[in-house]
């Protein structure tokens, strides 16, 4: 007895106990069998067919007009199969396709994701969160043999594979310029050129680019166009903003990006973000600056690393877990 | 393998009329009411690309009898502008003649072997086939 013997046997005897009692039980029973179908793959036509046939040996001298009409109805349900199996292989496609973004988004966190410093003057966090599967916020440590810490963080206008594609480039850019690495303003020149020659008109990167000396614990930085950071100043347990002027990455032929330095004392801190961060939404609306920064100064107590952690929760919480855009948050503290 | 018929299709009427044929030989080679419905279906879509798109060409109905097993074979060709863009074609998703799955890669899920050659401005041959299980 092949498959479609059984379904059939199967389909009939439901069908007959239904024309007898008319039950919900029985009605249930089809149910189930429908499910146990569609798993099958069976088609829209295949089912009607199956009920003709069932129809068919239940009732031989069914009238002429209704055996017609079930080829009419057989000859309609073509189309929606047509529909369905379009549908089974669309579906089959979208998995394929996920799975190839998986591994994508797999690759670049591997391309993109250095190590972090360890320093002895500084205590250093870091969080970054995609908002989809791949990530188009970018932030890189790098710590020479003097105990210089760079980081760089960058955001992409724009979500997704596309950002994040450009992002690779970003991080190739900077690896192959080792001789910027110690002049933030140098670097985005640099960086802009190769963004401006290299990028669609349309897709704009803001960057913000930092160099930590371990020795005079100085902070020089450059900022293109990048959501500004915050200074702590421990001893007047004040937040101030770390704001820096300069044209978007790839605007300009000729952008002139300033730099800037700061000096810290112990305890001071440097925060990074991504307008991630400040464009959160929660259900009372924008989430402020001034949120973020009450934030983080109610955890002050804890490690660099706890508190971007216990941030990135709390913001989480606040939007009911569904990031809109990409997420980076990085806290550099002097400890000694 | 034997033309059983050949329809020329320049109008709507020509569709209904490979339709018919294509019924008809199915019926006598003995496929059941669902691959009747479906073989017919096919044709239907091929025959309504030539009206549509090359205007005029032939839908060749014949039956194949390979070492027992019994099939139909359906050739459909024309000297249109021909297929830019065979791939395309061949995508899910990708149809110009409106309905819901249908198209070149519902005609060939509909049917067992499908295979299309395709010059611009020469023409489009399409062959497929569908056996008798």
């Known amino acids: 007895m092949d498959d479609r013997e059984i379904q059939l046997r199967r389909y009939k005897s439901i069908l007959s106990k239904y024309l007898d009692d008319q039950s919900e039980q029985t009605l249930y029973k089809g149910q189930q069998f429908s499910r146990k179908m569609i798993e099958q793959k069976i088609s829209p036509e295949e089912a009607v067919s199956l009920h003709v046939s069932a129809m068919e040996s239940l009732y031989p001298d069914m009238p002429q007009e209704f055996k017609n009409s079930y080829a009419f109805l057989l000859e309609m349900m073509i189309g929606y199969g047509f529909a369905y199996r379009e549908h089974q292989s669309l579906r089959s496609r979208q998995q394929q396709l996920e799975t190839e973004i998986e591994i994508a988004a797999n690759m670049q966190q591997t391309l993109l994701m250095g190590e972090m410093p360890t320093v002895e003057s500084l205590d250093i966090g870091a969080v970054s969160k995609p908002a989809k599967k791949m990530n188009g916020d970018y932030y890189h440590f790098v710590q020479d043999e003097n105990d210089c810490v760079s980081v760089a963080i960058a955001d992409v206008i724009g979500k997704g594979i596309p950002a994040a594609l450009c992002m690779s480039m970003i991080k190739y850019a900077m690896d192959s310029a080792p001789e910027q690495r110690m002049q933030p303003s140098a670097m985005l020149g640099n960086l802009n050129r190769v963004v401006e020659q290299n990028v669609d008109p349309n897709m704009f990167i803001t960057m913000f680019y930092g160099l930590y000396d371990s020795f005079n614990h100085r902070f020089y930085y450059s900022g293109a166009g990048h959501e500004p950071g915050f200074f702590y100043n421990a001893e007047n347990d004040d937040f101030g903003e770390l704001y820096t002027k300069g044209l978007v990455l790839g605007v300009s032929k000729k952008p002139n990006y300033r730099e800037y330095s700061k000096d810290l004392q112990k305890g001071d801190m440097i925060v990074l973000l991504s307008d991630g961060v400040t464009e959160c939404r929660s259900s009372k609306g924008f989430i402020e600056r001034d949120e973020i920064v009450a934030m983080i100064r109610s955890n002050l107590h804890l490690s660099a690393q706890e508190i971007v952690n216990t941030v990135y929760r709390e913001l989480e919480k606040m939007q009911e877990f569904e990031l809109r855009d990409d997420f980076t948050l990085l806290i550099l503290r002097r400890k000694v | ?133």
């Open chain 2, 1 to 133: 393998m034997n033309i059983q018929s050949c329809v020329e299709v320049r109008n709507e009427w020509d569709i209904v009329k490979a339709r018919q044929e294509g019924r008809n030989i199915a019926k006598e080679l003995g496929f059941g009411s669902v691959d009747q419905a479906r073989i017919t279906t096919a044709i239907s879509e091929l025959a309504r690309n030539i009206y549509l798109y090359a205007g005029k060409g032939r839908i060749e109905i014949s039956n194949l009898d390979s070492s027992g097993k019994i099939g139909l074979r359906i050739i459909a060709s024309d000297d249109g502008p021909g297929i830019k863009d065979i791939r395309k074609v061949m995508e899910d998703g990708f149809t110009t003649s409106g309905g819901l799955g249908a198209g070149l890669p519902g005609v060939k899920r509909l049917m067992d072997e499908f295979s299309i050659d395709s010059k611009e401005n020469e023409g489009t041959e399409i062959i497929t086939t569908k056996w008798l299980r």
